[in-house]
């Protein structure tokens, strides 16, 4: 039983480049989330997906878009990477959105120079 | 959109000693505030939660209470260790439907 699988664990992208950070989970959770985590900035939604098939955005969506691919997979593609996208980003899944505790995946820690 | 606040950012305690963080939400229809540890390097986990229709939920060492009225929330830890040092995160959410919002975080270090 693995949980949240995220990958990759660590990447380093030029300034405009793309890429695709890929999770996983394996709990049957109907609702999946991407935080981004700054220092001092505590977790930030970026997007989730409250069930498959639907998509939201959280707090600081631009510069970034989500794939709900099926019930267990959630992808965050980053477009045109910028230096101001050097974070850790974690996934997260639930049972159902607001009313039930997350479990996170290892975190992706992402640079762009 | 919800706002939460946490306080304090930093704090150190004695092993031994009580250390509690407290959290104010802004959104007054928010009825779920789950509380996550995070060490160093690692993964949020889930330590505790309370949902709106509690005021006080106890696990072993780990309290939080939840004062509706105020729309305030405080995490209370007895008998601090070393092993608790980490950074611990509150949130608060609506029903279904919505994510969680964090708080920003507090540092705790607890000194031997």
């Known amino acids: 039983n693995a949980g949240v699988t995220q990958t990759p664990k660590f990447q380093v992208l030029k300034t405009g480049q793309s890429m695709t950070l890929q999770c996983a989970q394996d709990m049957n959770h109907n609702s999946m989330y991407w935080y981004r985590q700054d220092p001092g900035m505590g977790l930030r939604l970026i997007y989730y997906s409250a069930s498959e098939g639907t998509t939201d955005k959280g707090e600081v969506p631009n510069g970034y878009n989500v794939s709900r691919l099926n019930k267990r997979e959630f992808s965050l593609r980053l477009e045109s990477a910028a230096p101001s996208q050097t974070s850790v980003y974690f996934c997260?899944?639930?049972?159902?959105?607001?009313?039930?505790?997350?479990?996170f995946g290892s975190g992706t820690r992402l640079t762009v120079v | 959109g919800e706002n939460v606040e946490q306080h304090p950012s930093t704090l150190s305690v004695q092993e031994g000693d009580s250390a509690v963080i407290k959290c104010t939400y802004s959104d007054s229809a928010s009825n779920y505030f789950p509380w996550y540890k995070q060490e160093l390097g690692k993964r949020p986990q889930l330590i505790i939660d309370i949902r709106s229709n509690v005021g006080e939920k106890k696990d072993q060492r780990i309290a939080v209470t939840l004062n509706k009225t105020a729309k305030h929330f405080s995490l209370h830890i007895t008998e601090t260790q070393p092993e608790d040092s980490a950074v611990y995160f509150c949130?608060?959410?609506?029903?279904?439907?919505?994510?969680?919002?964090f708080g920003k975080g507090t540092s705790l270090l607890v000194t031997p």
């Open positions: 997260a899944s639930s049972g159902s959105t607001g009313v039930t505790g997350y479990t």
């Open positions: 949130a608060a959410s609506r029903n279904s439907g919505y994510a969680l919002n």
